[in-house]
């Protein structure tokens, strides 16, 4: 019987994978339905005898068993996506069937766990530190101090919470590590549990992920037995972005409004419940088993690039022609990323910019592609790595415009308890409105006497309303609370700085013909 291997991840789903599985069944061929190879622009993809077939459609069924189709891709190992990565935390993608028992533990799942329990807390911390693991999250801190801080605060309980709330735009590699490898997360979580001395651990996603929940919850109740006596639960909330900050998580967790909490103290120290909490990110915790293993430390420590150690699993997504899940040790370089794999644009149109960090990255110019892949670089380039979400955009895209989405959505995403968030994203889509439109008016309300401190002469030029936004994303990157406002200002002052065009006259873009 022909065995053909098909992604049950939601992307191939979408694309007809459901379908297409059902359609080889009834051709009496044997199917599995594994996890995804992460080449998502050949979604649903095949696999028979290791040989690739995508993007394949219900038409190319015959063709395939024949031998004979044209969307033939060789060997998928030997696919130039493929054999360029270095996977640790993906290790196991387009291979197992993601609830299957027998298909982790023949992949060397549970082998951390086992060894975390022979060798004590205080070396599981200390291999962790050893290894450079930083948390993948987007704020790049060490896991190592976490888990020791953790580990040496007093209090009876400790807990195990896993950020999965997965909100940055062009950021999908939480959902298909859970959906494709969730026994993964579960053992990460549960030898931080026995680093730290926590017995109850916390998956908090959004409900938008309705997959993940439902393998999740199938693969806890599954393994129950193994990471005993650590006892873990699936956590739904509604999908607000300010969630995503530990915070603001962990209001949400305990059933309060998802409002961030003024630091100190930290979680680590009070955290959920006001106890010591571990609160690491899906990325973060998914790569510790790994790292666990006989000489899985040290090996993880010897990739990388300056103090960015092991690999990143870097999102490829927006107008790339490959996009998909892309697993390599820090290093690599944006115009590699953007060109040499991602292939450059789908359209086939030039690329004008790259956001790198979700919806408040900074905007890259091509002009910056030789930058290097790594927390410290980018932050000296004035951006952030976040979460390894890179979002391509070509020379018809209207850069003022997204500077406004960026104050728009932090408008709506506030959770408003602090005043540079909650009114300067209000007062910047404002602002960015007048720029585009020439400047600023005098209304009918600031011409009245009695309306003292409003101008009475004339209105603000265009160059001074940009002096008036610079201010403002000042005040909102120094005086937020949490990064949700601290962070708009990267979109909007590096749009601004290299498309100044955009803002102030859109007769530089190019018509697109269909």
């Not at 602002?431 to 008016?441: F, H, K, N, Y």
Request: include cysteine.
């Amino acid at each position: 019987m022909t065995l053909v291997k098909i992604s049950d991840d939601a992307l191939a789903r979408a694309g007809g994978a459901d379908r297409l599985a059902a359609a080889f069944e009834a051709k009496g061929c044997e199917v599995h339905r594994v996890s995804s190879w992460g080449m998502h622009w050949l979604e649903p993809l095949v696999e028979i005898d290791g040989q690739g077939f995508g993007p394949a459609t219900l038409a190319d069924v015959e063709a395939i068993l024949a031998g004979t189709s044209d969307k033939a891709i060789g060997t998928i190992t030997e696919h130039p996506f493929i054999a360029g990565q270095v996977r640790y935390t993906f290790a196991r993608a387009g291979k197992t069937r993601p609830l299957s028992m027998e298909d982790y533990a023949a992949t060397g799942g549970w082998a951390g766990l086992t060894r975390a329990r022979q060798i004590g807390s205080e070396a599981i911390v200390a291999e962790v530190t050893a290894s450079g693991l930083r948390g993948r999250g987007g704020a790049g801190f060490p896991t190592g101090i976490k888990w020791d801080t953790v580990r040496k605060a007093p209090g009876d309980r400790k807990y195990i919470v896993c950020n999965a709330d997965e909100g940055d735009s062009g950021t999908f590699a939480d959902r298909a590590l859970m959906e494709g490898d969730p026994f993964a997360l579960i053992e990460g979580m549960a030898i931080a549990a026995n680093a730290v001395g926590a017995q109850q651990g916390y998956i908090y996603l959004r409900s938008e992920y309705p997959d993940a929940i439902r393998k999740l919850n199938a693969a806890l109740d599954l393994c129950a037995d193994i990471i005993a006596p650590f006892k873990c639960e699936v956590r739904v909330g509604a999908g607000a972005y300010v969630c995503g900050e530990e915070t603001s998580l962990l209001n949400s967790l305990e059933g309060k409004r998802g409002e961030v909490r003024a630091k100190p103290p930290l979680p680590a120290l009070e955290g959920f419940l006001g106890s010591p909490t571990v609160v690491n990110n899906v990325l973060s915790l998914a790569a510790v088993p790994h790292i666990l293993t006989e000489g899985g430390s040290s090996a993880y420590q010897n990739i990388g690039f300056g103090r960015s150690r092991g690999t990143m699993p870097i999102q490829l997504a927006g107008n790339i022609r490959h996009g998909g899940l892309y697993e390599i040790g820090f290093g690599v370089t944006l115009g590699q990323l953007v060109n040499d794999i991602g292939g450059g644009t789908a359209s086939g149109r030039p690329v004008k910019a790259v956001q790198v960090g979700g919806p408040l990255g900074a905007y890259l110019h091509p002009d910056q592609f030789d930058i290097v892949f790594d927390y410290e670089t980018y932050t000296a380039a004035d951006a952030l790595i976040g979460h390894g979400g890179i979002t391509v955009f070509d020379d018809t895209a209207d850069m003022g415009a997204m500077a406004r989405f960026a104050m728009e959505f932090c408008a709506a995403e506030s959770c408003g308890k602090c005043t540079p968030c909650r009114i300067g994203a209000v007062r910047g889509v404002e602002i960015i409105d007048r720029i585009r439109a020439g400047g600023r008016q005098r209304d009918g309300v600031e011409v009245l006497p009695q309306i003292h401190n409003a101008p009475k002469d004339a209105g603000r030029e265009a160059a001074q309303e940009i002096g008036l936004l610079t201010d403002l994303c000042e005040t909102m990157k120094f005086g937020s609370l949490c990064a949700l406002g601290g962070f708009t200002p990267y979109p909007v002052m590096s749009a601004l700085k290299n498309w100044p065009e955009d803002f102030t006259g859109r007769s530089s873009l190019p018509e697109v013909t269909e």
